[in-house]
């Protein structure tokens, strides 16, 4: 199994992004995939989950500014985040819902600049 980010970078406040994240060597319709973020000296922490049927959750922090999505031909998992923010900076992560440690990949920076 190898989750594989993209999509990050640096924009300014109020912009916006779409993170990818593409999955392979697993039954990727059957899973339950989540965002999460971690910026230095900070736990990783959860941003979104979306279930094989498309439910979705989010944080608090991530609400009506992030949108997570699939499509299940294509294997990947989206996050597309509006109205950033600089507390928004962190190396952003898949991962399956909940985590498995071992698949961890090396994610993609996000930094936005105020």
């Known amino acids: 199994v190898q989750l594989v980010e993209s999509g990050g970078g640096m924009v300014k406040t109020g912009a916006s992004l779409t993170l990818s994240c593409v999955v392979s060597g697993t039954i990727f319709r059957l899973a339950t995939m989540g965002w999460y973020r971690q910026t230095p000296g900070k736990e990783r922490e959860l941003v979104a989950t979306?279930?094989?049927?498309?439910?979705?959750n989010y944080a608090d922090s991530a609400k009506g500014r992030f949108t997570i999505s699939r499509d299940n031909a294509k294997n990947t998992v989206y996050l597309q985040m509006n109205s950033l923010k600089p507390e928004d900076t962190a190396v952003y992560y898949c991962?399956?819902?909940?985590?498995?440690?071992?698949?961890w990949g090396k994610g993609t920076l996000v930094t936005v600049s105020s």
């Open positions: 991962n399956f819902n909940p985590p498995v440690f071992r698949y």
């Open positions: 979306i279930t094989s049927g498309s439910n979705t």
